[in-house]
């Protein structure tokens, strides 16, 4: 039973503009939430992260935006370049679960279109 | 900066073969993590390590097993290796504590013929 879902495998987005990527999670004790970048043949890159006492989260062109009761956080890129097009996932985390490992998405291939 | 590294990029090892996977960090981070990457199925943790000769069963760890003798360092071992295994492994490392960063390695793409 998945409880990390990205449902679109894949996005294809004009540079320049606004990219979104959305992530839904079902387990009611994830209280913090990650997004990664990843190249391929490389390993994942941490992008940003979001804590569940917050609803937004920025770093420059990242923001994060999380909302508890649907369950739902996205990743948006603004304004969205060539360097950006990778793989992204989303992970959830319950911090009071000790040394427990990240539960993932399966992905979201983000193509930039020049 | 933080660096883990693996000690292959590229693997190919043939059915029944025993694999080990090594990752060494440099960090003094306390918890590492063996996660495997598969097309349409994301990453998925096989196995992690709070410290020290410790060691917590993930999602899937049938086929597998670990050893953490030392802190800087973490191996994935694969008994005897299936064409099930042909998989991208992640080896991640992060200090104590749940919210802080996972850093990963660059990974190890494994072929078992």
């Known amino acids: 039973d998945q409880q990390v879902k990205q449902n679109s495998p894949s996005l294809s987005v004009q540079e320049g503009r606004i990219s979104i990527l959305n992530c839904d999670y079902t387990?009611?004790?994830?209280?913090?939430f990650l997004w990664y970048k990843k190249y391929p043949a490389e390993g994942p890159t941490f992008l940003i992260s979001?804590?569940?006492?917050?609803d937004k989260n920025e770093d420059g062109r990242f923001t994060v935006f999380l909302n508890k009761s649907a369950k739902h956080l996205s990743l948006h890129i603004v304004p969205s370049q060539p360097g950006d097009s990778a793989v992204y996932f989303c992970?959830?985390?319950?911090?009071?679960?000790?040394?427990?490992?990240?539960?993932f998405g399966k992905g979201t291939h983000l193509i930039i279109q020049p | 900066d933080v660096k883990v590294t693996q000690s292959s990029r590229y693997l190919v090892k043939r059915t029944g073969e025993k694999v080990f996977l090594e990752c060494v960090q440099d960090m003094d981070h306390e918890n590492m993590f063996w996660y495997r990457q598969d097309p349409g199925l994301g990453l998925r943790l096989i196995y992690f390590s709070y410290d020290v000769k410790m060691k917590e069963k993930g999602d899937i760890p049938e086929g597998y097993s670990v050893s953490r003798e030392k802190k800087e360092r973490f191996s994935l071992i694969l008994e005897s290796a299936s064409t099930n295994q042909t998989s991208m492994y992640l080896c991640?490392?992060?200090?104590?504590?749940?919210?802080?960063?996972?850093?990963f390695g660059p990974g190890t793409r494994l072929l078992v013929l």
């Open positions: 991640a490392s992060r200090l104590a504590g749940g919210k802080e960063t996972q850093y």
């Open positions: 992970a959830a985390l319950y911090s009071g679960g000790g040394a427990d490992g990240l539960t």
């Open positions: 979001i804590s569940s006492i917050k």
């Open positions: 387990n009611s004790m994830f209280d913090y």
